[in-house]
């Protein structure tokens, strides 16, 4: 019996220098952490007042950035991000010096459109990996119940791997969602479930390499939704009307 050549019709998604960029190969792994690590510092040195002591910027900062590494593992019963991979320290280290002692940086981030854009990528780069790896994590640890495949917890564990820096220190409570779910935690959520129920039902079957193709596809949809809302390219816009007084 002769064997049978297989075909992959979708090759062409793996198969290019962006899907290398995004799928985080090499040293590109370190350039996404830094871009990742450095607009966490823009947010986290914006929202704190300026005569904040640094050590406790230092540990918001490292909250912001590795939240849900922090969360996910415990409940997994495994070790943190941060104390499993030296990788994330020293950027967020690297980010925190450039933050404090060249604050400048933050108005150039700001002011130029390109240098937001190409930080956006990089930032959503690294929280795609991370919500995949947490997915991917709590299916493999979690034992199935109800269905054929563990449901609702993978989908949990990347969904707070993507925003759980959000909820932290735990002393913030419900307050980041109390006007509704901000997009990163939109998109933490709609990727971990589009990643989870695809590889594990029959909408992934024949596909080859279909964890990198998700993950991939899943890249692209964060850094859409990001520019989109960095920019403010949505059609609900608010339209004022001034009208003169008689």
Not at 39 to 65: D, E, N, Q, W
Not at 143 to 160: D, K, N, Q, R, T
Request: proline share 6%; hydrophobic share 50%; charged share 10%.
């Amino acid at each position: 019996m002769e064997a049978v050549e297989v075909v992959d019709q979708t090759e062409w998604m793996l198969n290019n220098t962006i899907s290398e960029f995004l799928l985080m190969k090499n040293a590109v792994l370190y350039l996404c952490l830094f871009g990742y690590t450095f607009l966490h510092g823009c947010k986290v040195f914006k929202a704190l007042p300026a005569k904040t002591s640094i050590s406790y910027k230092l540990v918001s900062m490292v909250f912001a950035c590795t939240g849900g590494g922090i969360l996910v593992p415990i409940f997994l019963n495994n070790v943190p991000v941060p104390l499993a991979n030296d990788a994330y320290p020293i950027a967020i280290i690297i980010s925190f010096a450039l933050h404090h002692y060249f604050p400048v940086l933050r108005e150039v981030a700001d002011m130029s459109s390109i240098v937001k854009v190409a930080l956006i990528a990089l930032y959503e780069t690294t929280r795609a990996s991370v919500v995949v790896k947490l997915t991917y994590a709590g299916a493999s640890v979690i034992a199935p119940s109800l269905f054929s495949f563990p449901l609702f917890g993978p989908i949990m564990c990347g969904a707070v791997g993507g925003c759980g820096g959000a909820f932290l220190p735990m002393s913030k409570g419900l307050d980041p969602i109390k006007g509704g779910l901000l997009p990163p935690m939109m998109t933490a959520l709609t990727g971990a479930t589009a990643f989870h129920l695809y590889l594990n039902t029959s909408m992934s079957e024949g596909c080859i390499e279909p964890k990198a193709k998700a993950h991939v596809c899943m890249a692209l949809f964060f850094i859409a939704v990001a520019v989109v809302n960095a920019f403010g390219l949505t059609s609900n816009k608010t339209i004022v009307v001034k009208t003169k007084k008689e």
